[in-house]
């Protein structure tokens, strides 16, 4: 069975501070994908990058960047500069590279003060 | 383009009330795929349509819920019979399923259902 841990519920962050999400995944297969998703205050979730197993390079997007490690697990999401338009719940996800259906973690809510 | 679209936004109804919920996959969009997000059970699938394939329902929490997709487009989640449990926001999303690649699925704004 596939299963996302985002052990983090909330996080609260002065503007222009950095703040890093962690997201652990299990799962048996050796190939798999790994999602980012963003879901701000009016509901809809909102597509932030796919990564496949494969491929451990991190990525950088803007304010945006992932740190993939494949030996622990784990597809943590860090933004910089944080803006008080960051403020949203993030959510982590992961498929089987043949399934249908992601499984997704608890998600993290951020909360960017100014 | 346009993304994808679910109607109604919300919807009110009372215990053992049928409800039907609409989505409207992304143009072009062969697989659709049915989430419900609830504060105790977190983001869950509920099943799958790809093309004229069977759907995967296996997120389906019970007989009471049912989908069908007509004409590889438009989907439509029924709940009969419903319960307070059922109160939730249920997500919409679509993806461009093609066979050897990976896709990305793409959200709608939900349904949020309440059932007094």
């Known amino acids: 069975a596939q299963k996302v841990t985002q052990a983090q519920t909330e996080i609260s962050v002065v503007e222009k501070e950095d703040v890093t999400l962690d997201c652990v995944y299990e799962?048996?297969?050796?190939?798999?994908?790994l999602f980012w998703y963003k879901q701000p205050p009016s509901g809809e979730l909102v597509f932030l990058i796919r990564r496949n197993s494969f491929d451990e390079q991190n990525e950088i997007s803007g304010r945006y960047s992932w740190n993939f490690q494949k030996s622990t697990s784990s597809f943590n999401f860090t933004i910089t500069a944080s803006q008080v338009v960051d403020s949203a719940v993030y959510f982590c996800?992961?498929?089987?590279?043949?399934?249908?259906?992601?499984?997704f973690g608890g998600g993290t809510r951020v909360l960017v003060k100014p | 383009g346009a993304g994808v679209s679910q109607s109604p936004s919300n919807k009110v109804t009372e215990k053992g009330k049928d409800v039907e919920l609409r989505c409207d996959p992304i143009?072009?969009?062969?697989?659709l795929y049915w989430y419900r997000q609830s504060l105790g059970q977190g983001l869950e699938f509920l099943i799958y349509f790809q093309g004229n394939s069977a759907p995967d329902k296996s997120g389906l929490p019970s007989d009471r819920f049912s989908a069908e997709r007509t004409g590889g487009s438009v989907s439509t989640l029924t709940i009969q019979r419903t319960q307070q449990e059922d109160s939730a926001v249920y997500l919409c999303a679509s993806s461009r399923r093609v066979a050897g690649t990976t896709d990305t699925q793409y959200f709608g704004p939900g349904t949020r259902l309440t059932v007094l």
């Open positions: 143009s072009g969009h062969t697989a």
């Open positions: 799962t048996r297969d050796t190939t798999y994908y």
């Open positions: 996800a992961l498929r089987k590279a043949a399934g249908n259906k992601l499984t």
